[in-house]
């Protein structure tokens, strides 16, 4: 692809169609609140989930197998399938069994049920998490970034490529009950110590950052 054909499909993407809007306007007593609304995956706006999925995936190609962890209803793989223009190897997992469901009424995809922490997971070349690591998990903040770190073992140890996943950012911005907040400074010191080569982007949002991890022979 192109560098112009993919501005132009950033821009597109990030422009919307008309069903964006209705879809951001749905509600819990519309019948397809839970197909097509952004807010029973974490999102306000649609628009808003595909800028966090552009953002995730900044040097992936379909080309590449994908493991996506906490994959809701499996909306990344439709946007992965529209921005590029083919199919990928995708492959998602969620611990909620009416996600599966609805990722099946919705696109056909069958996902895998179930924790990712303790499933027999193949190797992939992409293993994602969007939106996954926003909300407080534990008791203090020391054992939220204990479980984080654990998780990001995990999703590190059936990658072959690479690890890529968002958190929110304290700098600079109101910090909300129940949502877990990292500093992107201890975590690319941290994540270069462990795993050494690591990448940070805090230039596309006020209060989300994106961390990839590469998986390189050395």
């Known amino acids: 692809m192109q560098i112009d054909e993919v501005k132009s499909k950033i ?5 919307g169609n008309p069903d964006f809007e209705r879809w951001d306007t749905l509600t819990a007593t519309d019948p397809d609140y839970m197909l097509n609304s952004p807010m029973p995956v974490g999102y306000y706006t649609t628009s808003e989930q595909h800028y966090m999925f552009q953002n995730l995936l900044v040097g992936y190609n379909p080309n590449l197998t994908i493991l996506d962890v906490g994959c809701g209803r499996a909306d ?6 529209d921005f590029y223009g083919e199919p990928a190897p995708y492959t998602g997992i ?18 895998i049920t179930g924790a990712f922490e303790t499933a ?11 939106g996954v690591f926003t909300q407080r998990r534990c ?18 140890n059936v990658a072959s490529s690479a690890v890529a996943f968002n958190l929110l950012s304290p700098i600079n911005n109101k910090l909300h009950e129940g949502f877990f907040y990292t500093h992107p400074g201890l975590i690319m010191d941290m994540l270069i110590e462990k795993y050494r080569y690591v990448s940070i982007r805090h230039n596309y949002s006020n209060d989300v950052y994106t961390v990839t991890i590469y998986k390189i022979n050395s």
């Open 11 to 15: 821009a597109n993407s990030l422009a």
């Open 94 to 111: 969620d611990h909620n069994p009416l996600m599966a469901d609805i990722a099946k009424q919705k696109y056909g995809y069958d996902i």
């Open 120 to 130: 027999k997971l193949n190797t992939y070349d992409w293993v994602v998490a969007c």
């Open 76 to 81: 990344l793989c439709n946007f992965i399938t």
């Open 139 to 156: 008791n203090t903040e020391d054992e939220d970034l204990r479980k984080l770190f654990d998780d990001i073992d995990v999703m590190y």
